[in-house]
């Protein structure tokens, strides 16, 4: 009489148990990991949007203008960073001017003068939603509005009004005194 031979390998039941292993594991994980990855973007548009912030207040220490035109003139109602332009903004409440941010911040002296001391910020990137963020310079000269540095958030859309004291929706940002 021969043994039998065991033949190595999983069972039907072995290879359904693995894969359900698997399958509980991953629906644990993935809420887990997603919402990990949603906060490090917030923290990334928080940390930039303060970035940009200071930038804007030494640029305005330095110069003693506002960026809201060549020598600031009030021609520009709001900055732009690099990025998609948001699906909604209310910075731009009536068509009014736009310029690049890094304008001002990099490469001043057009605008800001002799005591233009920068550069202030080496680059002025996409949020982490690929968007531009926002500054609303507009609020400098306009009484009734707030100078806003901001992010559409992750639905691409700006929230917050010039005149909101708080951010509204998703947004993601800072309010400049």
């Known amino acids: 009489m021969g043994m ?3 033949e190595s390998g999983f069972t039907l039941i072995e290879m359904i148990v693995t894969v359900a292993i698997i399958a509980s594991l991953a629906a644990i994980l993935v809420p887990i990991v997603s919402s990990e990855l949603a ?3 917030e923290s990334r548009a928080i940390g930039d949007a303060q970035r940009i912030g200071t930038a804007v207040t030494q640029y305005i220490k330095d110069t ?6 060549p020598g600031g003139d009030n021609t520009v109602e709001f900055l732009i960073s ?4 948001p699906g909604a903004n209310p910075m731009a409440d009536d068509a009014g001017a736009q310029d690049q941010l ?3 911040l990099t490469d001043g002296l057009a605008n800001g003068g002799a005591l233009w001391n920068g550069p202030y910020l080496q680059e002025a990137s996409a949020d982490p939603w ?3 963020f926002v500054v609303n310079v507009n609020g400098y000269y306009d009484a009734t509005e707030y100078v806003w540095v901001i992010s559409a958030g992750p639905d691409g859309d700006i929230d917050t009004d010039p005149t909101d004291t708080t951010l509204q929706g998703d947004d993601i940002g800072i309010l400049l005194d």
């Open 4 to 6: 039998k031979k065991k």
């Open 39 to 41: 906060d490090t973007a």
């Open 64 to 69: 003693r203008i506002f960026p809201t035109g």
């Open 82 to 85: 690099l990025g998609n332009a």
């Open 102 to 104: 890094l304008n001002f």
């Open 130 to 132: 690929g968007n531009q």
